[in-house]
């Protein structure tokens, strides 16, 4: 008997279901991209227990004939590609003519549809891959998928979706991503019966400000411009408009959703001017170019794009970009001085300072150094100096003794070798990092409840995956709860982070545990898990300190271990000793 044999269809189809159905969020993109092929300027969405029980996508497009109906579920049957040319410059969103098929394999379908003119409407039913025969049915111009009971028939794939409140969260996103690419098209959203979204065709703005929030919109800059064949428009979002995550990233190439790397290093080296490094950018841009010049034939999920001039693409985005935002950025307001994060046994609370020339010190410490008479102590220091006699501020420490801060970015301390610089926030995220984990090692990660809770607007991920996994959320430190299905409300927070922004930390926790899961997140990923809350909760870039303070941050790196190095590899201070300092001053030729 030979070993190598063809597989059966059905089961060929649901191996590739597993490539293109990865959850309902999954059915529901390739459905509402199918409607507007079909040149739909209404589409319906109703949902039923997170689109797990029920998807349903209803449109007033083209519809299909009665003829066409039996290869609907075929694979590979599509009207909109015949050949290796059609492929090579494809304008629809979809062309593989795998799509139902998947579907079709994996869930319960029917699909119901009439053409303009036509008498009727008909109807075609599959369930597990087993077609059913077109029967004439009632239905307005144009077509209506259902799919129930997606995996009924592959139970080990049915056991990885995640709660309804989830997969409800995964289908809004698709559904805002798709709404977010055609404002000219009204759509609407349901679950469970009831109406979450109505939104009506009109103008982009009106569109992004339903869709990305009102503050988005009124942040974002609109911007249109053309270039050799190709065409970036939409909306960049302020820097002040910042995020702790990439979730209000929107890029549409020729219509389509895509998350690129090429376009998104255009972006981020648009906006690296004026955004810190772990703020991130918003924006909903839409790059349009000769289908000639984009390969859409990447990946199954048609998510990523080949452009086959990268380098040309790179540049325009990049110069449209910042030519949107040299307008904005001279109008954005300086950040509002906050109140700096504590760590351990480290108490940073803000004092009046003085600067010159980007160097704080606090002002007492000013006086002091300035206000003895000539021939007091300020000249009996400044002789020792020179004399070579240890002063106040050289140390038996290893790190020495601060003496200043500049640009808010970096410690400039002395020691008996010379002068010390130190990044203070990477320095402070490796001390937080190393206490992190060895509380959560230790099962003591200790939870400080805050006086006032903090609430935020967060999606219905957001809120989904606080809900499902509260349990690691407070192995974790955090008492989070749901206030509404768009709102959250943080109790506690882990006391070393207590400082931080709350909101911010919150966000970037629960995009880590929604990414990798509750289990995976605090073994395979426990690193960038404590990474990402110790970034939080470091003080940050441009935070006037006093000596006081620095030298607190001194002494915590002395007492940690791998603080010469932060979370990313990257050391946290060097020594410059007095040798080196006498070579680039040419001292002693």
Request: proline content about 4%.
């Given at each position: 008997?030979?070993?190598?044999?063809?597989?059966?269809?059905?089961?060929?189809?649901?191996?590739?279901?597993g490539?293109?159905?990865?959850?309902?969020?999954?059915?529901?993109?390739?459905?509402?991209?199918?409607s507007?092929?079909?040149?739909?300027?209404?589409?319906?969405?109703?949902?039923?227990?997170?689109?797990?029980?029920?998807?349903?996508?209803?449109?007033?497009?083209?519809?299909?004939?009665?003829?066409?109906l039996?290869?609907?579920?075929?694979?590979?049957?599509?009207?909109?590609?015949?050949s290796?040319?059609d492929?090579?410059?494809?304008?629809?969103?979809?062309?593989?003519?795998?799509?139902?098929?998947?579907?079709?394999s994996?869930?319960?379908?029917?699909?119901?549809?009439?053409?303009?003119g036509?008498?009727?409407?008909?109807?075609?039913?599959?369930?597990?891959?087993?077609?059913?025969?077109?029967?004439?049915?009632?239905?307005?111009?144009?077509?209506?998928?259902?799919?129930?009971?997606l995996?009924?028939?592959?139970p080990a794939?049915?056991?990885?979706l995640r709660?309804?409140?989830?997969?409800?969260?995964?289908?809004?996103?698709?559904?805002?991503r798709?709404?977010?690419?055609?404002?000219?098209v009204?759509?609407?959203l349901?679950?469970?019966?009831?109406?979450?979204?109505?939104?009506?065709?009109?103008?982009?703005?009106?569109?992004?400000?339903a869709?990305?929030?009102?503050?988005f919109?009124?942040?974002?800059?609109?911007?249109?411009?053309h270039?050799s064949?190709?065409?970036l428009?939409?909306?960049?979002?302020?820097?002040?408009f910042?995020?702790?995550?990439?979730?209000?990233?929107?890029?549409?190439v020729n219509?389509?959703?895509?998350?690129?790397?090429l376009?998104?290093?255009?972006l981020?080296?648009?906006?690296?001017?004026?955004?810190?490094?772990?703020?991130?950018?918003?924006?909903?841009?839409?790059?349009?170019?000769?289908?000639?010049?984009?390969?859409?034939?990447?990946?199954?999920?048609?998510?990523?794009?080949?452009?086959?001039?990268?380098?040309?693409?790179?540049?325009?985005?990049?110069?449209?970009?910042?030519?949107?935002?040299?307008?904005?950025?001279?109008?954005?307001?300086?950040?509002?001085?906050?109140?700096l994060?504590?760590?351990?046994?480290?108490?940073?609370?803000?004092?009046?300072?003085?600067?010159?020339?980007?160097?704080?010190?606090?002002?007492?410490?000013?006086?002091?150094m300035?206000?003895?008479p000539?021939?007091?102590a300020?000249?009996?220091?400044?002789?020792?100096?020179?004399?070579?006699?240890?002063?106040?501020?050289?140390?038996?420490?290893?790190?020495?003794?601060?003496?200043?801060?500049?640009?808010?970015?970096?410690?400039?301390?002395?020691?008996?070798?010379?002068?010390?610089?130190?990044?203070?926030?990477?320095?402070h995220?490796?001390?937080?990092?190393?206490?992190?984990?060895?509380?959560?090692?230790?099962?003591?990660?200790?939870?400080?409840?805050?006086?006032?809770?903090?609430s935020?607007?967060a999606?219905?991920?957001?809120?989904?995956?606080?809900?499902?996994?509260?349990?690691?959320?407070?192995e974790l430190?955090?008492?989070?709860?749901?206030?509404?299905?768009?709102?959250?409300?943080?109790?506690?927070?882990?006391?070393?982070?207590?400082?931080?922004?709350?909101?911010?930390?919150?966000?970037?926790?629960?995009?880590?545990?929604?990414?990798?899961?509750?289990?995976?997140?605090?073994?395979e990923?426990?690193?960038?898990?404590?990474?990402?809350?110790?970034?939080?909760?470091?003080?940050?870039?441009?935070r006037?300190?006093?000596?006081?303070?620095?030298?607190?941050?001194?002494?915590?790196?002395?007492?940690?271990?791998r603080?010469?190095?932060?979370?990313?590899?990257?050391?946290?201070?060097?020594?410059?000793?007095?040798?080196?300092?006498?070579?680039?001053?040419?001292?002693?030729?």
């Open positions: 008997m030979p070993s190598i044999r063809l597989l059966p269809d059905t089961l060929i189809s649901q191996i590739a279901a490539e293109v159905v990865e959850r309902p969020a999954s059915v529901l993109k390739e459905l509402l991209e199918n507007l092929d079909a040149a739909a300027g209404e589409i319906s969405v109703s949902l039923m227990q997170g689109g797990i029980k029920q998807l349903k996508v209803t449109d007033n497009g083209g519809g299909m004939d009665a003829e066409d039996p290869l609907a579920f075929a694979r590979h049957a599509t009207s909109k590609i015949a290796l040319d492929l090579e410059q494809v304008r629809s969103l979809g062309f593989r003519g795998e799509a139902l098929a998947s579907i079709a994996v869930a319960r379908i029917a699909l119901t549809t009439r053409t303009a036509a008498q009727h409407a008909w109807r075609l039913s599959a369930e597990g891959g087993e077609q059913g025969a077109v029967q004439p049915a009632a239905h307005p111009g144009g077509t209506s998928v259902e799919v129930s009971d995996y009924f028939n592959t794939r049915r056991k990885f709660t309804e409140a989830t997969e409800f969260g995964h289908c809004e996103d698709v559904y805002k798709i709404a977010l690419s055609r404002p000219d009204a759509f609407s349901r679950h469970n019966g009831r109406v979450i979204s109505h939104l009506q065709a009109g103008d982009p703005a009106r569109r992004i400000a869709v990305a929030g009102k503050e919109a009124g942040a974002a800059r609109a911007f249109d411009e270039s064949g190709l065409r428009s939409g909306f960049a979002g302020s820097p002040a910042s995020r702790s995550s990439r979730d209000a990233q929107f890029v549409f219509g389509r959703f895509v998350r690129d790397k376009l998104a290093h255009a981020r080296q648009a906006y690296q001017d004026m955004l810190h490094g772990d703020r991130h950018a918003a924006y909903v841009l839409f790059l349009e170019l000769d289908p000639l010049g984009v390969d859409v034939n990447v990946h199954p999920a048609k998510t990523e794009v080949r452009f086959r001039d990268a380098r040309a693409i790179h540049q325009f985005v990049f110069h449209a970009v910042s030519k949107a935002l040299s307008g904005s950025a001279a109008k954005a307001s300086a950040a509002a001085v906050q109140p994060p504590a760590a351990g046994g480290m108490n940073f609370q803000r004092t009046p300072y003085q600067s010159s020339l980007g160097v704080a010190q606090p002002a007492a410490a000013y006086q002091a300035f206000s003895a000539a021939g007091g300020a000249r009996t220091a400044f002789e020792s100096i020179r004399a070579g006699a240890p002063s106040q501020a050289e140390t038996d420490s290893p790190l020495g003794h601060a003496i200043a801060q500049l640009h808010g970015i970096y410690i400039l301390a002395q020691n008996r070798q010379g002068l010390v610089l130190v990044d203070m926030h990477a320095a995220e490796r001390i937080l990092y190393e206490r992190l984990k060895a509380a959560l090692d230790a099962q003591g990660m200790s939870m400080q409840k805050l006086l006032i809770p903090v935020f607007n999606d219905r991920l957001e809120v989904a995956t606080a809900e499902e996994h509260a349990g690691v959320l407070r430190g955090f008492d989070m709860a749901p206030l509404s299905p768009t709102a959250l409300a943080v109790r506690a927070v882990p006391s070393m982070l207590v400082s931080a922004d709350v909101a911010d930390l919150a966000r970037a926790l629960l995009r880590e545990v929604r990414e990798f899961g509750g289990s995976r997140v605090l073994t990923h426990q690193h960038a898990l404590l990474s990402t809350m110790a970034c939080h909760g470091a003080v940050r870039a441009h006037p300190l006093t000596l006081t303070e620095m030298n607190a941050l001194l002494r915590e790196m002395e007492v940690t271990e603080s010469g190095q932060c979370n990313h590899g990257r050391p946290t201070w060097y020594q410059m000793s007095l040798a080196d300092l006498d070579k680039l001053f040419l001292r002693g030729r």
